[in-house]
T-cell receptor
Framework: AQSVTQLDSHVSVSEGTPVLLRCNYSSSYSPSLFWYVQHPNKGLQLLLKYTSAATLVKGINGFEAEFKKSETSFHLTKPSAHMSDAAEYFCVVTLAGGTSYGKLTFGQGTILTVHP | GEEVAQTPKHLVRGEGQKAKLYCAPIKGHSYVFWYQQVLKNEFKFLISFQNENVFDETGMPKERFSAKCLPNSPCSLEIQATKLEDSAVYFC?????????FGPGTRLTVT
């Protein structure tokens, strides 16, 4: 079984300040982890992925995330927020193989608000 | 194509009517997934395909939902006798390996 918990339903930052969106996961096996972003009335865009290679993962638009197995965490960070980062972010887990291959389990989502 | 295409964008059905949604995966991707997003942010896995074969259908309410992926045709998700609770955005995703690429979704409204 696998699950994802996003620790904050809303995060509000000022433009130019750092962003931290927190995610903890639970998985019986080696997981693959992703962060997706959803802008209003749009589909999901893949920001970055962890698939058992480097634990620090860099994604698009300056985002990065660090896989910490001991803490079962995969927090998303960005050094400096931009107004265009305002959106909803989803932490997602899937198993690496077996009959559940590819079946994504989503966190509850974190709405990021960026103030001028 | 380079993007997952979904049609229609919006679909309105009266309760009890049939709804059919379509998905064209990215060319070369052998896996297709359907997800249902209700209440703005809750995603539920419905079904996945490997080429035209059902891979995992553990999320499908089988009594009213069905899906197909046939060669040289868009994949489809069909809901017989829609209910109010089926109102949601339905996303299709395709993949070649681990990461899934999502389409823009079809918003189904059941009245």
């Amino acid at each position: 079984a696998q699950s994802v918990t996003q620790l904050d339903s809303h995060v509000s930052v000022s433009e130019g300040t750092p962003v931290l969106l927190r995610c903890n996961y639970s998985s019986s096996y080696s997981p693959s982890l992703f962060w997706y972003v959803q802008h209003p009335n749009k589909g999901l865009q893949l920001l970055l992925k962890y698939t058992s290679a480097a634990t620090l993962v860099k994604g698009i638009n300056g985002f990065e995330a660090e896989f910490k197995k001991s803490e079962t965490s995969f927090h998303l960070t960005k050094p400096s927020a931009h107004m265009s980062d305002a959106a909803e972010y989803f932490c997602v887990v899937t198993l690496a193989g077996g009959t559940s291959y590819g079946k994504l389990t989503f966190g509850q989502g974190t709405i990021l608000t960026v103030h001028p | 194509g380079e993007e997952v295409a979904q049609t229609p964008k919006h679909l309105v059905r009266g309760e009890g009517q049939k709804a059919k949604l379509y998905c064209a995966p990215i060319k070369g991707h052998s896996y297709v997934f359907w997800y249902q997003q209700v209440l703005k942010n809750e995603f539920k896995f419905l079904i996945s395909f490997q080429n035209e074969n059902v891979f995992d259908e553990t999320g499908m309410p089988k009594e009213r939902f069905s899906a197909k992926c046939l060669p040289n045709s868009p994949c489809s998700l069909e809901i017989q006798a829609t209910k109010l609770e089926d109102s949601a955005v339905y996303f299709c995703a395709s993949s070649r390996s681990y990461e899934q690429y999502f389409g823009p979704g079809t918003r189904l409204t059941v009245t």
